[in-house]
């Protein structure tokens, strides 16, 4: 079992910056693939980033992709989310999640985090 907490969310202005961090607690952080995704007001939870166990391999959504960039440290057990150039639709809470496969689909993650809210100003 594993246990998330995120930080780094705020209030940003279009076209600004933020980096997302997600703590895991336990001893085995590094046999679980870790996932970003997001949920905006009244929308359904979306796919954001992934990386793989080893961190050698990353999955992003379009609507993120050369934006956003997914690390981890097995080390530190942390995953996290640099996110530059920033969009007001980029706005939503961000979820860090926790499986054992790597998936775009939120059912396939067993553990999350609270979530951290991130709202982009135009």
């Known amino acids: 079992q594993v246990q998330l907490v995120e930080s780094g969310g705020g209030l940003v202005q279009a076209g600004g910056s933020l980096r997302l961090s997600c703590a895991a607690s336990?001893?085995?952080?590094?046999?679980?693939?870790m996932a970003w995704f997001r949920q905006a007001p009244g929308k359904e939870r979306e796919f954001v980033a992934v990386?793989?166990?080893?961190?050698?391999?990353?999955i992003y959504a379009d609507s993120v992709k050369g934006r956003f960039t997914i690390a981890r440290d097995n080390a530190r057990n942390t995953v996290d989310l640099q996110m530059n150039s920033l969009k007001p639709e980029d706005t939503a809470v961000y979820y860090c999640a926790a499986g054992f496969g790597v998936s775009l689909k939120y059912n396939d993650y067993r553990y999350w985090g609270q979530g951290t809210q991130v709202t982009v100003s135009s």
């Open positions: 990386i793989s166990r080893n961190g050698g391999s990353t």
């Open positions: 336990g001893r085995t952080f590094s046999l679980y693939v």
